[in-house]
C-alpha cells in the first residue's frame, strides 16, 4: 500500500482524509438533522448509483451534469484539506451525503427530532474486492496500492482495506435494518429489478412520486445512461488520471479473478459468517 492509514474511532481511512484535520472531531461535533439522508456502503458497493437515484428523487426526476459530490457530499471528504466540496454544515436542509463509516461511527441524532436517514447498500463481497482493487490500483498516485491483486484480496479479507472489514460493516448495518430511518438494500437487487427498489427509496424517502417519474428515473440511472453523464463521477480532485466511479456495473464479475481456492477463502472467511444472520447475496 502506498498511502498512509488514519484511524478514526478505530476505523482505517486515507490519511489524507483525516490528517491533522480532526475528522474525529467532526464526527463528534456534526449535529444531524432531522430530513439529512446519508446515503452508506463500504466503498463499491454501490454507493454512487444510489447518490444519483437519490438526488434524482429529490428533485423530480431531474437530471444534472453536476459533479454528484457536489450534489450528494461525500462525509469522509469533508476535513480532507483538497476537497472542492462545498463545506456540509452549513448547507442548507435537506442535506443528502453519502459515506462509507459503520454503523458504530456515523452521526446520529441526540433525540428523535434529530434522528436522520441512512440508506445502506450492500453487495456481494466477491464483486466489491474486484471493484475495490481495480479502483484502488488507479488511485495507486494518492491513496491506492500498486500491488498484485491476491495480497489486495488477502488485507480485503483480513479487514485491512479503508472502513475497515467487510463482514463487520454489513452486519454492523444489517442489525439495524428493521430500525424505522434505516433503509438496507442489495446492489444485486438493484440490479435485479430498479423500479422495485426505486419505488422502495421513494418511499423510505416520503417523497412518492408518478410511475411516470419513477421510470424516468430509473432508465436515467441504468448503468448505460449514467455512463453516458460520466463527467459527473469523476473523483473530485481534477486529475484525469484518477478513476470514474462508474466501471462495469455487473454482478459476478468476480468469476475472471478469482481462483478456486480465493472463492473458497470467501466463503469460509465472510459467506459461512453470515449464516443465521438472514442475509444473502447473489452472485451472478
Ligand atoms: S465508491 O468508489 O466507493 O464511491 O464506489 P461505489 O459508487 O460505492 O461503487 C462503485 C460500483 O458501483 C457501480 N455502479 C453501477 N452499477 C450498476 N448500475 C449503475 N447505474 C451504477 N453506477 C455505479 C460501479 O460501476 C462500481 O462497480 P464496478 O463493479 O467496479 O463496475
Redesign the pocket.
Known sequence: RNSKTSFVKGVRMPSVYVYKTGFEEFIDKFQTRIDDVFIV?I???????L??ITWQIYNGGKTSSEPIGHRVQFFDEAKYLGTTQPDITTQPSPRLM?T?QPYHTIPKGASDATACKYIY?A?NPK?VV??YY??ESKMAPLTGYSGPFEFFAKMFLEGKTFWGSWLEHVLGWWEHRDDSNVLFLK?ED??EDLLSQVTIIADFLGKPLSEQVLKRIVKQ???DE?AKNSEA?WMMTQDNKLPN??????VG?WKEHFTPELSAKFESEFLSKLEGSGLHFAFE
Open positions: 456502503g466503498p463499491r458497493s454501490g454507493t454512487t448509483w447518490q444519483e453519502k462509507h447498500v453487495r464483486d474486484v471493484s481495480k479502483f446492489y438493484l440490479k440511472c441504468s448503468f449514467m463521477y466511479f462508474l466501471r462495469k456495473g455487473q464479475g
